[in-house]
């Protein structure tokens, strides 16, 4: 259940479990070898994590340039409910994603920016919300531990850039933050688990800004 601190942010403890799919689409055709494709799906359990709040459906079309660069363009399903709304609806975006990285000899680095087109089913709502998110990310192996095993960190920040009738507001969104580890399970099949603190602002809004602590369990197959 949510709890308001003395600054008006209320805190809540969330549980997210998600699976992601990456693949290459030149095993049907060798003309499409630089073609990627993304299947990624997220349940998201709030207060105290006794009850689904949010989910999430993504896919995506991307195209690799190099070992280093791939650009994406995709769309995401956000059924969302309570308490994170006090009305059930609906979010339907398209975007857009450059996605870069970088190996060196103290671990893997790489950055995801999107531009999102937000499209709620919202009585009342007919405008478009436009959304920016830059995120940086940084593994690091730790063979002390075992040779499989990897320190995951990332932060992502989330911009609007414009007002809508939704109620969404031009400006800081949220921040994200994540700490934890990775164990590849063989060369293919990864998982990441951790710990997730996400901010809300909720900028002109009757209800208080939130912070979640969300414990993350994600589960990467790339091939």
Known sequence: M?????????????????????????ANNSYLKNFRYKLFMQGRFGDSSSRFTQGLIRSGVGYTFS?????????????????LALRS????AVWQQLSLQENYPFGTASSRTRLEQHFFDIPGSGDVAHLFRQMFKLS???RFVSPNTSLVIWNEIFANLNSTDAGTQSGFNQNRAFAGIGYGINKHLLLEIGYMNQYIHRRNNTRPDLMLHVMSVTMLLNF
């Open 140 to 142: 690091t192996p730790m």
């Open 2 to 26: 949510n709890t308001v601190l003395a600054d008006n942010t209320a805190e809540d403890f969330y549980t997210w479990a998600g699976f992601e799919m990456t693949g290459s689409m030149s």
């Open 67 to 83: 070992d280093k660069v791939t650009a994406w363009i995709g769309y995401d399903w956000v059924p969302t409910g309570r308490p």
């Open 89 to 92: 609806f609906n979010d339907h």
